[in-house]
């Protein structure tokens, strides 16, 4: 089974590929989110994995517009406690001048910075996979997951300095197929309304859900391309595109010309 | 008068602070949209300028993690259009090697950096006027406003670089103070659910919006810091806080023990 993901090597998103499908998967890393929708698309892999969604950043902008027009199905979701670690060449916090990482982790871990080393030089880079790969003195440190001291042979000097303890990703898994239907489903769909004034039109939109007694567990809007201040909206329900209660909203919607997109149907992971 | 935005000199917001106070105020940068909350917080500035949405990437995330518990007001909004340049010590663009640049301008330009530039490297920094400042050599070039090049005394290689001709960034005016009221109105409020399952309740949440009548323009969620999964409304209305509507929709829902903040009431630029 070969298995595409958000890399390089050492990415939060490898350490939830290796989470759900185990060590039997050809992990095979891609530079981006859109490279991994790709090989998806392609049939160059059986699977994909991308981050969705943070509890602490929120949506993950460029998977939600990609999933907008992609032929790829969301198969299954998987989530994650993201740990950062503070890593080096030396285990001496004392002398680390530099810190390489993604911006998002220097965000993520911004007061622990603050408090415990208020005069690092803040380098950003574009992984922390990279930033790792840079440390190459005493003096210079990377933020990052605990893979990260092994695969670039370095020493972890603290654990845990995110700020947040709640910091939690959900990653998608992406396929052509769908899954068999088993226990607690969800159904994720792309709403996009007909006029160019999305926003006003967004309660109509939820009608048809409300009158079939559908909960919505998730709602997010997206800038629509091309249209200045129109968007489309992302929605995770609960249920199953088999139940009636959901195929007849999703009639409401569509005689009222409005285009849904199901991007597929799976247990729910999130209130377990 | 004494307004504070988003920097460094150059920024986008800082020509969006000149169209919208003109040549008189006293422009003064800060490092972080927290620190331009942080200046009109504690009145060290009469205004403070950020920007809080972009028409191609969507939400600036931090703006509206900072408007749910600060004091300050949005007093205002303006918008202006993103023209991305190429920018160098040299007007030659066969000789570009390496191109500097924050992450959101190299995802803005992507299209026309793989047509033109396909072989340069790409080097990520924490703003584009930073890049800027780093070109030295005829072999590097930054991507960013046309205000660069008389600041840092740079070269105009090629103008409007930017994928999307329709980007445009909206940018709001903070104050302790609401204008006057005048023309066509705009209120923005953030809503908190009282419950974990806060997507759950977005019908209710928006129902007395409808029966009142109000036209929703806007709606954004945000995470809840503190409870996984759960999220924070913001909202844009239609009309005046002094309206009878608005005010019986913000009565029913804080019956409902919905938590309601009103953000401001202004003048609404996005429909003129």
């Known amino acids: ?44 892999v059986d699977y994909g994995v991308v981050p969705i969604e943070n509890s602490f950043e929120g949506s993950i902008n460029n998977t939600h ?35 390489y ?31 790792a790969e840079t440390v190459s003195t005493d003096d210079e440190a990377c933020i990052g997951s605990l893979r990260l001291t092994k695969l670039y ?21 992406l396929s052509h197929e769908q899954q068999e239907k088993k226990g607690h489903n969800k159904t994720s769909l792309v709403i996009t309304p007909p006029d160019s004034d999305a926003s006003g039109s967004l309660y ?24 200045l201040w129109s968007y489309v909206f992302f929605i995770d329900c609960e249920g199953s595109i088999e139940d009636s209660s959901i195929l007849n909203a999703i009639r409401t919607l569509k005689e009222q010309n409005i285009r849904v997109k199901i991007l597929g149907c799976y247990p729910s992971q999130q209130h377990p």
Not at 104 to 125: G, M, R, T, Y
Not at 153 to 173: A, G, M, P, Q, W
Not at 216 to 224: G, K
Request: charged share 25%; aromatic share 8%.
């Open 153 to 173: 042979d370095l020493e972890l000097i603290k654990k845990d300095i995110e700020d947040s303890k709640e910091n939690t990703t959900r990653f998608v898994i």
């Open 65 to 99: 517009d990609l999933l907008i027009d992609s032929t790829v199905k969301i198969y299954d979701e998987i989530q994650i406690r993201i740990h950062q670690c503070l890593i080096s060449k030396t285990t001496e916090i004392n002398q680390i001048k530099k810190i």
């Open 204 to 227: 109509n939109l939820l009608q048809p859900f409300a009158s079939e007694g559908i909960n919505l567990m998730r709602i997010e809007s997206r800038p629509f391309r091309g249209q």
């Open 1 to 44: 089974m070969r298995v595409s993901y958000l890399g390089p090597k050492g990415s939060f998103t490898q350490i939830a590929l290796t989470k759900y499908f185990g060590d039997d998967a050809d992990e095979i890393s891609q530079r981006s989110i859109g490279e991994v929708f790709n090989t998806v698309e392609k049939r160059m």
């Open 101 to 131: 990482s993604h911006p998002q982790s220097f965000a993520q871990c911004q007061s622990w910075l603050k408090a415990n080393l208020p005069n690092a030089e803040l380098i950003p880079v574009f992984s922390n996979s990279e930033a």
